[in-house]
Antibody
C-alpha cells in the first residue's frame, strides 16, 4: 500500500517561493512504476492539476503555471517536491501530492493521494 | 473555468439512481482520451471511483458505474446511500490544456 505525506510551510509571503515535499512509503520512487504529481484546490473551488513528472525526467505541467512550477524527484530520500515561484494570493490552496501508473500516457488517473496540506499566501 | 463541465449539484432519495454528466469537447473526449472519476469528501483525500471510462478499482462498490460516448461522459450511482453525499469530479486530458478536472458536482442525499 503506497502512502503519501505532504510537508512544508503553511504560510508563504507574496512574491516568494512555495516549496512542498511529498514523502513516499510503500514503493521506491526509482522503480519507474508511477508518475509523481501535485494537484491543488483553492478554498471553495474545484481541483486543479499543477503537474506531474516521471522518473525518466519527462514532465507535464499545467500551462497556466508552467513558467513558475518545478516538480523534482529525490530518489535517495524517496520523496518528490513542488516548487512554485512568485506566488500570489491566488496560489492559496490545499495542495495534494498524487501518484498514478507511469504507463498511462496522456490521460493518466490518480491512483493515490496524500491527505493534503493548506498553503496560505499572505503577508 | 474548466473545459470539462459538470452540473453544480444533483440530489436523490436513498435507494434512487442519480447520474452526473461531464461534457467535454473534441480536444479531450472527442480526441479519444479517457475519463476518470473521483469522490471527494471535504477534509479528506479524493478517492478514485472509475478509471479508463468504466473500470472500478478494487473495493469500489458496483453501485458506481461510468460511461463515455463522443464528447460526453457520465457517472451513475445506483441505490444511493447517505455515505455517497460528497463532491464528484471527472478528469481527463486535453490536447491544449493537458490534465484537466471537471468543475465538480455536489451530490446530496435527500
Amino acid at each position: 500500500q503506497v502512502q503519501l505525506q505532504e510537508s512544508g510551510p503553511g504560510l508563504v509571503k507574496p512574491s516568494q517561493t512555495l516549496s512542498l515535499t511529498c514523502s513516499v512509503s510503500g514503493v521506491s520512487i526509482s522503480s519507474g512504476s508511477y508518475y509523481w504529481g501535485w494537484i491543488r484546490q483553492p478554498a471553495g473551488k474545484g481541483l486543479e492539476w499543477v503537474g506531474r513528472v516521471y522518473t525518466s525526467g519527462s514532465y507535464s505541467y499545467n500551462p497556466s503555471l508552467e513558467s513558475r512550477v518545478t516538480i523534482s524527484v529525490d530518489t535517495s530520500e524517496n520523496r518528490f517536491s513542488l516548487t512554485l515561484t512568485s506566488v500570489t494570493a491566488a496560489d492559496t490552496a490545499v495542495y495534494y501530492c498524487a501518484i498514478g501508473p507511469s504507463y498511462c500516457g496522456g490521460d493518466c488517473y490518480v491512483e493515490s493521494w496524500g491527505q493534503g496540506t493548506l498553503v496560505i499566501v499572505s503577508s | 473555468q474548466s473545459v470539462l463541465t459538470q452540473p453544480p449539484s444533483v440530489s436523490g432519495a436513498p435507494g434512487q439512481r442519480v447520474t452526473i454528466s461531464c461534457t467535454g469537447s473534441n480536444s479531450n473526449f472527442g480526441a479519444g482520451y479517457d475519463v476518470h472519476w473521483y469522490q471527494h469528501l471535504p477534509g479528506t483525500a479524493p478517492k478514485l471511483l472509475i478509471y479508463g471510462n468504466r473500470n472500478r478499482p478494487s473495493g469500489v462498490p458496483d453501485r458506481f458505474s461510468g460511461s463515455k460516448s463522443g464528447t460526453s461522459a457520465s457517472l451513475a450511482i445506483t441505490g444511493l446511500q447517505a455515505e455517497d453525499e460528497a463532491d464528484y469530479y471527472c478528469q481527463s486530458y486535453d490536447s491544449n490544456l493537458r490534465d484537466v478536472f471537471g468543475t465538480g458536482t455536489k451530490v446530496s442525499v435527500l
